[in-house]
């Protein structure tokens, strides 16, 4: 994907004109602070103006409005949008840039898929070509077609502070929405083949920016793209069958991710796993024919203040063990990993960037099966802490192997904990597919995150930790059981258990149990696993 900044905007041949407009702001005031004189670009402003006149265009978020510039100017065709509120955007709401993104990939594609569709028809007719032929003369016309457009952000009232923010969000928006997952369906039609590599390579994309000094651009782009790429990168991951995408190949990610980025890489094996004493981890991995892995990558920064610690569950495919799940509470199981993914994902970004502090990804890996030596309710584990858990539900597996990898993560001297878990159902009937829910025992460290969640649309709401919601963890045996009352404070119980293995560090729980998949797409939203968090995960880390 081509991305330039934009220093003369009368010379642009760009296939589409995008300019934002907050609500209150007059559009022919702002396209002649855009345009600048010259008879043509007055008379296209005029024009804009009167016709966002007759549509009663005010600027509220998501309006849009077009016309063509027949030939008046370079480019083919103006959008003004709407972004909104500018008091939403001082309070670092950006829903309105990353709906103009997401305009605009839906536009620059559909004028691909039409070029394609031109091409194809072309080849169909060559009666000298031969199919195959044919079918590569399509894809090669297709690619030499650089589809592009122009989006001109509005300039910072006089009190507000400019960002990259609203860039970065212009940026990680048209990159998610040019995400597609076609990798399994079959390709009966000639040209099909071109089309999908199309629509999966940016390269046939740019993107020019006018409005913004160099600064700010360079800023912008360099994390919008890191960021953008990566929360892609993680959805497909999430997408793939959860036969091929096993704890070992959850372990080759990340070595290529270390690999990309200079950052050190450790993969442990059962035995190493079992030296270790991670009993409870080891526990969930009973059950299943696949081995499991304890991923670990690290990033060290130069003369760092901290560490921080990010801990994803990686239950590849979650079956409910013993506890069996019903067949459609099993059908999309293999988002299990999601919390994984997004950590995978985070380091991939922050390899990258490079923050100012050094960062601990750990991800425990291993399938949740029932197979004949499957972990049975009443069974007793014993943590890597020293803790005895007595197991109730064997569908309760991610806590376990979480405490694990908390107390791991505490044992390298993490200084700050985050962990990011699809944990309970009980999150989902609590917050529903809105907002993810966030525990924690340091309410400074939970309020940056949701802090850092705001700027892409990522929300949290907090949960309680009381210590009253402890009662429900004792067990008769053992120091804990896994699971506690059944269909009360499921979500809160959940973390409690997890707090037993933070040894009172700072720490924060993220359960995006209700928020990690979707139904239907929306905005810059796909349908499946949608990579929630990494960008409050990046975000976080980059501002420390």
């Known amino acids: 994907m081509q991305i330039k900044l934009e220093s003369n905007i009368q010379k642009s041949n760009a296939d589409y004109m995008v300019v934002g407009i907050h609500v209150g702001e007059q559009p022919t005031r702002v396209l002649q602070e855009i345009f600048g004189g010259g008879k043509n670009f007055v008379q296209l402003g005029n024009a804009a103006a009167q016709v966002a006149k007759d549509e009663c265009f005010s600027g509220k978020l998501g309006q849009v409005i077009s016309l063509p510039t027949l ?33 605009i990939a839906k536009k620059l594609q559909a004028a691909m898929r039409a070029a394609e569709k031109e091409d194809s028809k072309a080849a169909k007719t060559a009666a000298s070509s031969s199919k195959a032929t044919a079918k590569s003369a399509a894809a090669s016309r297709v690619k030499s077609h650089l589809h592009t457009a122009c989006v001109c952000l509005p300039r910072p009232a006089a009190k507000e502070k400019s960002t990259a923010w609203p860039l970065t969000s212009v940026i990680e928006a048209f990159i998610l929405s040019a995400f597609s997952y076609d990798k399994y369906k079959s390709m009966k039609e000639a040209g099909k083949q071109a089309k999908l590599d199309a629509a999966a390579n940016l390269s046939h994309f740019s993107l020019s920016v006018y409005g913004v000094d160099k600064s700010t651009f360079d800023q912008a782009v360099r994390k919008g793209q890191a960021v953008g790429m990566a929360v892609n990168m993680a959805r497909g991951l999430i997408a793939e069958p959860p036969a091929y995408m096993t704890p070992s190949r959850l372990a080759v990610e990340a070595r290529r991710i270390a690999k990309d980025h200079n950052l050190t890489v450790k993969v442990l094996e059962p035995a190493q796993i079992e030296k270790l004493g991670m009993g409870s981890f080891l526990g969930v991995a009973r059950g299943a024919k696949e081995p499991p892995r304890f991923i670990v990558l690290k990033y060290t920064a130069p003369k760092a203040r901290k560490t921080v610690a990010l801990v994803g569950k990686g239950v590849t495919f979650d079956s409910g063990g013993l506890s069996l799940k019903t067949a459609g509470g099993m059908e999309h199981m293999k988002y299990d990993m999601a919390g994984a993914a997004a950590v995978l994902a985070s380091m991939q970004v922050l390899g990258a960037l490079k923050p100012k502090v050094s960062v601990l990804a750990v991800i425990p890996a291993t399938e949740n099966m029932p197979g004949s030596n499957a972990l049975h309710p009443g069974d007793v584990l014993i943590a890597m802490n020293g803790k005895t858990i007595e197991v109730n539900n064997t569908d309760a597996e991610g806590r376990l192997i979480l405490a694990d990898a908390l107390t791991y993560a505490v044992n390298e001297g993490a200084d700050e904990l985050i962990d990011i878990a699809t944990l309970t159902g009980a999150v989902v009937t609590a917050l529903g597919r809105v907002a993810a829910g966030i525990m924690g025992s340091d309410q400074k460290l939970v309020d940056a995150v949701i802090a850092a969640g705001r700027p892409s649309g990522e929300k949290y709401w907090q949960l309680p930790l009381f210590e009253e919601y402890k009662e429900a963890l004792k067990s008769d045996i053992a120091d804990l059981k896994n699971a506690g009352s059944r269909g009360e404070a499921g979500s809160s119980c959940a973390a409690m258990f997890l707090k037993e293995f933070t040894a009172d560090k700072a720490w924060a729980h993220l359960d995006i149990a209700g928020v990690g998949w979707r139904e239907s797409e929306r905005d810059e939203l796909c349908k499946g696993g949608i990579g929630f968090g990494i960008r409050t995960l990046c975000s976080y880390v980059l501002a420390q």
Request: charged share 25%; hydrophobic share 35%; proline share 3%.
């Open 71 to 103: 030939g008046l100017v370079p480019f083919k065709r103006l959008y003004l949008y709407g972004l909104g509120s500018r008091v939403d955007a001082a309070k670092e709401d950006y829903a309105g840039y990353r709906k103009m993104g997401v305009s």
